[in-house]
Nanobody, 124 residues
Framework: QVQLVESGGGLVQAGGSLRLSCAAS????????MGWYRQAPGKQRELVAE????????NYADSVKGRFTISRDNARNTVDLQMDSLKPEDTAVYYC?????????????????WGQGTQVTVSS
């Protein structure tokens, strides 16, 4: 099991910045990647950014490239999302995600764990 606790979020004006943080606990040694997703009202949950645990390779949604930065602190088992130049369309509930790789003798599988979500609201 992996537990995720998010912090940060809130209300900010367009053009402002916010920082989200996610702390992982439990079976953290199984985590292969962590990331942030978001879900706006009436829309599907979408990937915002992710970072691989081993290589540190990052991946961003096109809509946030150049504005958001994902980073990790392996010592604290945290993943942060720095959000700059925020736009009203960034308004959503943001969820921390951890992918837990489970390796068995005959196969391997990935389990997804989620945080409780944190609201980000950007006013115009």
């Amino acid at each position: 099991q992996v537990q995720l606790v998010e912090s940060g979020g809130g209300l900010v004006q367009a053009g402002g910045s916010l920082r989200l943080s996610c702390a992982a606990s439990g079976s953290i040694f199984t985590i292969s990647a962590m990331g942030w997703y978001r879900q706006a009202p009436g829309k599907q949950r979408e990937l915002v950014a992710e970072i691989a645990s081993g290589s540190g390779v990052t991946n961003y949604a096109d809509s946030v490239k150049g504005r958001f930065t994902i980073s990790r602190d392996n010592a604290r088992n945290t993943v942060d999302l720095q959000m700059d130049s925020l736009k009203p369309e960034d308004t959503a509930v943001y969820y921390c995600n951890a992918q837990s790789l489970r390796i068995y003798p005959d196969y391997e599988t990935t389990l997804d764990y989620w945080g409780q979500g944190t609201q980000v609201t950007v006013s115009s």
